[in-house]
C-alpha cells in the first residue's frame, strides 16, 4: 500500500502529540515504544522511521513543551501587561493540576529533563532563560522573575501531590496571593521599588 507524501510528517506529529499526553500523565521513562506507538495505531518497530531512539523524541517532545509552557506562564511578545494576571490565574488553577496532560511540562517532567543528556537539558535551560527574561522585562528584576516562575511550577507540582481538592486549592489560591502581594504583576515603576521581598 502506498501512502501519501505527507503520511510520514503526520504520523511523526501523531506520535508526539500522543507521547506528550502520555508522557506528563504516565512519565516518559515508564512508557515504551510499542506503548506509544499503540496509541497512533502503529507497530513499534515503525517507530524508527521517525526518532533513531527514544531520548530523541523525548528531546523534541522538551523542546515542544518548554516553548508550550513559556506560552502558558508568560505569553508571548503581543501579550499586553495586565495580560500577565490573567496568565497566573489560568496556570494556578484547579483545571491546569487536574490535568497535566495538557498542561505545563516543568512539573510534570522535570525531574526526567534533569535526568536526560545535554543536548535535553542544554534545550530546556534555553527555553527557561527565555521565560526567565519575559518575566524579568516586566517585573523589572532578574531574581524576582527566576522566584516567580519557582512558585509557580512548585505550587503546581505541590497541588498535584496531594489527595483533596481543598488542600489542592489553598495551596494554588495561597501562590496566587503571593504574587500579589510581592506586586510581581505590577508594571508601575513605583510599586516595583516598593516591592516586599
Known amino acids: 500500500m502506498r501512502y501519501p507524501k505527507t503520511h510520514k510528517e503526520e504520523t511523526r506529529k ?102 536526560a543528556g545535554p543536548a535535553v537539558k542544554a534545550s530546556a535551560e534555553q527555553g527557561l532563560k527565555r521565560l526567565q527574561n519575559s518575566w524579568s522585562g516586566r517585573i523589572g528584576d532578574p531574581d524576582a522573575a527566576w522566584a516567580l516562575i519557582a512558585q509557580c511550577v512548585g505550587a503546581l507540582l505541590l497541588s498535584r501531590c496531594v489527595e483533596s481538592e481543598r488542600m489542592r486549592k489553598e495551596i494554588l489560591a495561597s501562590s496566587r496571593r503571593f504574587i500579589d502581594q510581592t506586586h510581581a504583576l505590577d508594571a508601575s515603576p513605583q510599586r516595583r521599588g516598593n516591592r516586599v521581598n
Open 14 to 115: 501523531k506520535l508526539l502529540a500522543n507521547a506528550r499526553a502520555i508522557a506528563k500523565k504516565g512519565g516518559f521513562d515508564t512508557t515504551g515504544v510499542d506503548e506509544l506507538m499503540a496509541a497512533i495505531g502503529l507497530t513499534g518497530g515503525a517507530f524508527y522511521g521517525h526518532f533513531p531512539t527514544k531520548e530523541a523524541l523525548f528531546g523534541e517532545l522538551v523542546n515542544e513543551e518548554i516553548a508550550n509552557s513559556i506560552e502558558m506562564l508568560a505569553g508571548d511578545e503581543n501579550s499586553p501587561p495586565d495580560h500577565a494576571a490573567q496568565l497566573l490565574r489560568s496556570y494556578l488553577s484547579s483545571k491546569h493540576a487536574m490535568h497535566p496532560e495538557t498542561g505545563c511540562v516543568l512539573p510534570t517532567l522535570g525531574p526526567e529533563i534533569a535526568r
